[in-house]
């Protein structure tokens, strides 16, 4: 039984998954920065609410 060799990709089709994270991580970061003083409010008008 022969063993195949895996494909040897290209360098142009890299792995990306790293470099993905990354900026999905730092865009959320930045969106909960924007947006923390309305979530914040939002926050506060509920638990007025409830009580």
């Known amino acids: 039984?022969?063993?195949?060799?895996?494909?040897?990709?290209?360098?142009?089709?890299k792995d990306r998954t790293?470099?993905?994270r990354a900026?999905?991580?730092?865009?959320?970061a930045g969106l909960?920065?924007?947006l923390w003083p309305s979530a914040e409010t939002a926050y506060l008008a509920m638990?007025?609410?409830?009580r």
């Open 23 to 28: 900026s999905a991580l730092l865009l959320m």
């Open 47 to 50: 638990e007025s609410v409830i």
């Open 1 to 13: 039984m022969k063993r195949f060799k895996q494909p040897v990709r290209p360098p142009r089709d």
């Open 32 to 34: 909960l920065y924007l």
């Open 18 to 20: 790293p470099l993905v």
